[in-house]
T-cell receptor, first 111, second 118 residues
Framework: AQSVTQLGSHVSVSEGALVLLRCNYS??????LFWYVQYPNQGLQLLLK??????LVKGINGFEAEFKKSETSFHLTKPSAHMSDAAEYFC?????????FGKGTMLLVSP | NAGVTQTPKFQVLKTGQSMTLQCAQD?????MYWYRQDPGMGLRLIYY???????DKGEVPNGYNVSRLNKREFSLRLESAAPSQTSVYFC?????????????????FGPGTRLTVL
């Protein structure tokens, strides 16, 4: 079985502040992990993915995530938030053929 | 390339009516998926097609049927709509043939269909 837990349905930050979105996974086999972003009224698009090549993964728009096996975590970070980062973010795990998504975290960015 | 397209964008149905949601991709992808998105629930997989000619149930298949018409098209049918099927439906595709193990494949999503069942 595979599952993902995203801590916090909403996260609020000020523009320029650090962004930290938390993701913990459960998997019976070594997983691959993904972060997707959804802007209002759009479909999801890939931010970054962990494919076991490197534990620190860099994605688009300045985001990165670190795979920590001992903590079963794959938290998403960005050093400095922009207003354009306001969106919903989904962590997902692939232990089998298909993806299992977390419930999502809405990132709110204030000026 | 249009990527993944979905029709219609919006639909309102009455309980018991039927409808088909259409999805097409122009990326020559092998695998296609249907998800539903509900507030606070994330995305849940309804059905998927690992290759042309095959379909499999996902997490929430009850009340739905699918058809992989050809490599490009994957439709989702609601035979008798219920208010519990009010949701936003997303189609997605990915390049690889699914083989049962973990996949690194990126999924590409359509813009979604917002369905309301009264």
């Amino acid at each position: 079985a595979q599952s993902v837990t995203q801590l916090g349905s909403h996260v609020s930050v000020s523009e320029g502040a650090l962004v930290l979105l938390r993701c913990n996974y459960s998997s019976s086999v070594p997983p691959y992990l993904f972060w997707y972003v959804q802007y209002p009224n759009q479909g999801l698009q890939l931010l970054l993915k962990y494919t076991s090549a490197a534990t620190l993964v860099k994605g688009i728009n300045g985001f990165e995530a670190e795979f920590k096996k001992s903590e079963t975590s794959f938290h998403l970070t960005k050093p400095s938030a922009h207003m354009s980062d306001a969106a919903e973010y989904f962590c997902a795990v692939s232990s089998y053929s298909t993806l299992t998504f977390g419930k999502g975290t809405m990132l709110l960015v204030s000026p | 390339n249009a990527g993944v397209t979905q029709t219609p964008k919006f639909q309102v149905l009455k309980t018991g009516q039927s409808m088909t949601l259409q999805c097409a991709q122009d990326m020559n992808h092998n695998s296609m998926y249907w998800y539903r998105q509900d507030p606070g629930m994330g995305l849940r997989l309804i059905y998927y097609s690992a290759s042309e000619g095959t379909t499999d149930k996902g997490e929430v298949p009850n009340g739905y049927n699918v058809s992989r018409l050809n490599k490009r098209e994957f439709s989702l049918r609601l035979e008798s709509a219920a208010p519990s099927q009010t949701s936003v439906y997303f189609c997605a595709s990915s390049e690889a043939l699914l083989a049962g193990g973990p996949s690194t494949d990126t999924q590409y999503f359509g813009p979604g269909t917002r369905l309301t069942v009264l």
